[in-house]
């Protein structure tokens, strides 16, 4: 599609945003709300077995990525070294849940659920070994370092997780990015580098420390629906009723078409970067058909 001329494709551009924009914004009533009973989303039904399996493929894949050299896998024991490597953790205390905000993902809605659950005064099946913290800090590098083992070791962990030019073009559409053109967006994540990047598109390896924190669920953007739902279910929660409606698994045809139209207005220089930019990603999660992927020098670096 690379004659596609560049009107062609702002206009394009402006229509599938518009469309992502209304899929992603809106709250249509074209199932009741959180049916997630296990029925088709997106034409195919994940079982419990199906999922939990997946699970286990997801936290393997990652565990066979962290046990390379040079990850951080330890919790630093000055508060300051905390707060630098998990300003993206947040907690729960009143569910037990802790996840990575990462934006873009899926956690938006997962937050919004949450709220959903403590307006209903949800109290979680099981009795907690421990003392209850309860209060309304929700950043993890805000606790001390016993508080934060303690959760590290009770909490249920969610880790939501999008491939990363998908993650890219949703900050672009947002207008996070000032910049003009896409090339010139990707640009400017490439110069801010790994240190002064915007969280919207940080790596989710720096962002969210998977080596250091063993997540319970990897949940994956276009299927966050069943996922959730699984999910729910088996911390003994009533989330399915809440659940807001997730578009995720109609956006992603969208995305996947406005990868091809982007990625090609990329330099070679710029996919070669980006996919350097991202290859703890591309390694540590299954990214499959990733545009990244295919321009990966350095997997040798981590694949032994
Ligand atoms: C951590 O905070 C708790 C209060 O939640 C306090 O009881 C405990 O003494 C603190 N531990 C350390 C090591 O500061
Ligand atoms: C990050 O930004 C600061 C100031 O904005 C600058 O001094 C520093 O060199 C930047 N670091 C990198 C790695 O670009």
């Known amino acids: 599609m690379r004659f596609l001329p560049r009107l062609g494709l702002s206009a394009a551009l402006t229509l599938a945003a ?3 924009w209304r899929l992603l914004l809106r709250t249509p009533a074209r199932r009741p709300p959180g049916d997630l009973s296990p029925k088709a989303e997106g034409g195919f039904t994940l079982t419990l077995d199906t999922f939990l399996h997946i699970q286990q493929l997801r936290k393997k894949r990652l565990r066979t990525f962290c046990s390379q050299a040079g990850k951080v896998t330890a919790l630093p024991s000055s508060r300051d070294e905390r707060a630098s490597l998990l300003p993206s953790l947040r907690v729960n205390t ?4 802790l996840y990575c905000q990462a934006p873009s993902t899926g956690v938006e809605e997962w937050h919004q659920l949450l709220e959903k659950l403590e307006e209903g005064s949800v109290t979680l099946p099981v009795p907690l070994p ?24 009770s909490y249920t962990k969610v880790l939501f997780v999008r491939e990363p030019f998908h993650r890219l073009i949703a900050t672009f559409l947002q207008g996070m990015g000032i910049s003009s053109s896409f090339s010139s967006f990707i640009q400017e994540v490439l110069d801010s580098g790994m240190h002064n990047g915007s969280v ?6 720096s962002l969210c420390r998977p080596c250091l924190i063993q997540y ?21 929660l009533p989330g399915d009723s809440l659940l807001p409606e997730l578009t995720d698994s109609q956006v992603q045809w969208t995305y996947r078409w406005l990868s091809e139209q982007m990625f090609s207005e990329l330099s070679a220089q710029q996919k070669k970067q980006l996919s350097h930019f991202y290859r703890w990603d591309l390694a540590a999660f299954p990214f499959s058909n990733s545009f990244l992927s295919d321009h990966t020098s350095t997997a040798e670096t981590w694949e032994k």
């Open 18 to 20: 518009f469309l992502s």
């Open 94 to 97: 009143k569910l037990d849940f």
């Open 130 to 153: 421990y003392p209850r913290l309860r209060t309304k800090e929700t950043r993890l590098s805000k606790f001390n370092q016993t508080e934060i083992k303690a959760m590290l070791g």
């Open 200 to 205: 919207a598109w940080k790596p989710l390896v």
């Open 216 to 236: 319970d669920y990897v949940v994956m953007f276009g299927f966050l629906g069943q996922e959730l739902g699984h999910l729910l279910r088996r911390a003994g």
